[in-house]
């Protein structure tokens, strides 16, 4: 079966700190991560995949296949940062997508 | 490129009406997904169709709800006889391809209160 968890349903970090949120899944093979975010009053939208590899907003997210994570970090928080991040598993060629229950992150001034 | 457009954005219907759900693709995206978050839940999935076929509904519950993609027009979600506990905000996305790799498009999501 397929799971993601987010533990943290909220996290608040003043700006400037470093930024990092959990994600861990339970995929028996080889899945595919992502994260979503959802600014205040915004669509959810697609912030990075772990196959590219990419850092977006000065977030980066690295998939360890050992420990089953996918965190994602950001050394600097700012306050636009502030919004609901959601973790995403796709797997095994399926369509869809398994997305943990979210946190809900805070960039206090 | 209005993106994925859904509607109504806030429905509120009586236990025991019918709901209906409305989503547009974005133009030229011919895969559509649904999925429903409940209060202090992650999204879950319902169903994911194509124009005219119905691809994978394995989250969709067994009655009363329903979903198509005709060749013309919107995706439909249908709720028939709702309960209060089918109160929650329903998200459609598109996607060009089948496959969730490259990401979807979210719509706004409908909120359906049940009264």
């Known amino acids: 079966a397929q799971r993601v968890t987010q533990p943290e349903k909220l996290l608040s970090v003043f700006k400037g700190a470093p930024v990092e949120l959990k994600c861990n899944y339970s995929?028996?093979?080889?899945?595919?991560l992502f994260w979503y975010v959802q600014y205040s009053r915004q669509r959810l939208q697609l912030l990075l995949r772990?196959?590219s590899r990419e850092s977006i907003k000065g977030f980066t997210a690295d998939l360890n296949k050992g420990e089953t994570s996918f965190h994602l970090k950001k050394p600097f928080a700012q306050e636009e940062d502030s919004a609901m991040y959601y973790c995403?598993?796709?797997?095994?060629?399926?369509?869809?997508?398994?997305f943990g229950q979210g946190t809900r992150l805070t960039i206090n001034p | 490129n209005a993106g994925v457009m859904q509607n109504p954005r806030h429905l509120v219907r009586r236990r025991g009406q019918e709901a209906r759900l409305r989503c547009s693709p974005v133009?030229?995206?011919?895969?559509v997904y649904w999925y429903r978050q409940l209060p202090e839940e992650g999204l879950k999935f319902m169903v994911y169709?194509?124009?005219?076929?119905?691809?994978?509904e394995s989250g969709m519950p067994k009655e009363r709800f329903s979903a198509e993609f005709p060749k013309e027009g919107p995706s439909i979600l249908r709720i028939q006889q709702v309960v209060r506990g089918d109160s929650a905000a329903y998200f459609c996305?598109?996607?060009?391809?089948?496959?969730?790799?490259?990401?979807?498009?979210f719509g706004s999501g409908t909120r359906l209160t049940v009264v």
């Open positions: 996305a598109s996607s060009p391809t089948g496959g969730a790799h490259y990401g979807y498009t």
């Open positions: 995929y028996s093979g080889s899945p595919e």
């Open positions: 995403a598993l796709s797997g095994g060629g399926a369509q869809k997508l398994v």
């Open positions: 133009k030229g995206h011919s895969h």
């Open positions: 772990h196959i």
């Open positions: 169709l194509q124009k005219e076929n119905i691809i994978d």
